[in-house]
C-alpha cells in the first residue's frame, strides 16, 4: 500500500537558524514527488518538485530537497530560515499506477521564531 | 495565463441544503483532480475527472457527493444534504495531457456548514 509519512507535525525554530522537515513514503512503484507551502487561509504554492534526474531538487524561497530512493525520503531543507517562512509544508507523492494518484501527508507546521 | 480558479472562495450552508463548488482548470489543462482538507489536516484525494469521464473517484463518500467536467464550463463538486462534517476546505487541481504528474492547485473554497 502506498503511504506518505510526514514525521513531525510542528517544528519550532529560531529565525536565521537551519531547518529540516522530513518526509517519507512507502511504495512498490515509481513516484513523483512534491513539497507546498500553504499559508494561513491560502492555497497551496508549489515549492520544488522531482520528476526525475538530479536527485537534489531546489525550489522557491530557498528550499532544497533530495530524493533518497534506498531511504524512500524526500526531506525539504533550507540553510537559514525566515519569519515569513511560518506555515504548513505539506509532502506530497504522486504515485505512478496508471491514474497518477496523489497522496498527502499530514503537514508539518513551522514556526519560526525571532 | 490564470492559474486555477475556484468559486466561491468561501461558502455558508445550512445542514440539509446543497454546496457547489466550482473549478476552472488552467488553460489547455484536461485533467482535474479534487481534494478535500478537513482542519488539521493534510489534502485528501477525492476524485480525478477528465473532460467528461470520471476516472477515479476512489476517494468519494459513497453519497451525497458527486463530481463531473463537463465538456464546457468548469468542473463542478455537488454535496447534497451537507452536515456539519463537510465543513473543510476543497482543492481542485489540474494537469496538462501527458503531464499528468505536474498539478496545479487553487486557491480552495472554505465550506462551512452551520
Known amino acids: 500500500a502506498q503511504s506518505v509519512t510526514q514525521l513531525d507535525s510542528q517544528v519550532p525554530v529560531f529565525e536565521e537558524a537551519p531547518v529540516e522537515l522530513r518526509c517519507n513514503y512507502s511504495?512498490?512503484?515509481?513516484?513523483?514527488l512534491f513539497w507546498y507551502v500553504q499559508y494561513p487561509n491560502q492555497g497551496l504554492q508549489l515549492l520544488l518538485k522531482y520528476l526525475s534526474g538530479s536527485t537534489l531538487v531546489k525550489g522557491i524561497n530557498g528550499f532544497e530537497a533530495e530524493f533518497n530512493k534506498s531511504q524512500t525520503s524526500f526531506h525539504l531543507r533550507k540553510p537559514s530560515v525566515h519569519i515569513s517562512d511560518t506555515a504548513e509544508y505539506f509532502c506530497?507523492?504522486?504515485?505512478?499506477?496508471?491514474?497518477?494518484?496523489?497522496?498527502f501527508g499530514a503537514g508539518t507546521r513551522l514556526f519560526v521564531k525571532a | 495565463n490564470a492559474g486555477v480558479m475556484q468559486n466561491p472562495r468561501h461558502l455558508v450552508r445550512r445542514r440539509g441544503q446543497e454546496a457547489r463548488l466550482r473549478c476552472s482548470p488552467m488553460?489547455?489543462?484536461?485533467?482535474v483532480y479534487w481534494y478535500r482538507q478537513l482542519p488539521e489536516e493534510g489534502l485528501k484525494f477525492m476524485v480525478y475527472?477528465?473532460?467528461?469521464?470520471?476516472?477515479?473517484e476512489s476517494g468519494m463518500p459513497k453519497e451525497r457527493f458527486s463530481a463531473e467536467f463537463p465538456k464546457e464550463g468548469p468542473s463542478i463538486l455537488r454535496i447534497q444534504q451537507v452536515v456539519r462534517g463537510d465543513s473543510a476546505a476543497y482543492f481542485c487541481?489540474?494537469?496538462?495531457?501527458?503531464?499528468?504528474?505536474?498539478?496545479?492547485f487553487g486557491q480552495g473554497t472554505r465550506l462551512t456548514v452551520v
Open positions: 475527472l477528465q473532460k467528461e469521464n470520471i476516472i477515479d
Open positions: 488553460k489547455g489543462h484536461s485533467h
Open positions: 511504495s512498490s512503484v515509481s513516484v513523483y
Open positions: 506530497a507523492v504522486t504515485f505512478n499506477t496508471g491514474g497518477f494518484k496523489t497522496i
Open positions: 487541481a489540474s494537469s496538462p495531457e501527458g503531464r499528468r504528474n505536474e498539478a496545479f
